[in-house]
């Protein structure tokens, strides 16, 4: 899959930006869904040195493709789709923070953005 490889050359566009002073301030935000939360401890290791967070991924209805015809049955099946992929709880979300083994922040839909720092397992 090319889902980290493009994650990484986007962190590294944005880093040169960063350095460059073409951007004044960068952090790393990746939005979590259940399908890419097994590349999240390695782009965490990429991007060690950068602030990083969690971002609850919640699945949209986009536009209506061909405008408003058969707008009923597009949003229903649309609708059934979704249903089926319920974004990652706060919880889950922790639980992938702790494998990271460093802070972050986390950003839900129902609770904003809390900071989370890393747990120490002794």
Do not use: H
């Not at 460093?102 to 989370?116: A, F």
């Amino acid at each position: 899959m090319n889902y980290p490889k493009n994650v990484m050359r986007s962190i590294e566009l944005a880093r040169t930006a960063f350095r460059e002073k073409t951007l004044t301030e960068l952090e790393i935000v990746v939005t979590v869904f259940y399908e890419n939360a097994k590349y999240l401890q390695e782009i965490s290791r990429k991007c060690a040195d950068l602030p990083l967070v969690l971002q609850q991924g919640e699945l949209k209805i986009p536009m209506v493709p061909g405008g408003a015809e058969n707008v009923t049955e597009y949003i229903a099946k649309r609708w059934e789709t979704i249903e089926q992929y319920t974004p990652m709880t706060l919880e889950e979300i922790k639980k992938i923070a702790d494998g990271l083994k460093r802070d972050v922040r986390i950003r839900t839909r129902d609770g904003g953005e809390i900071p989370y720092n890393r747990r120490y397992l002794l």
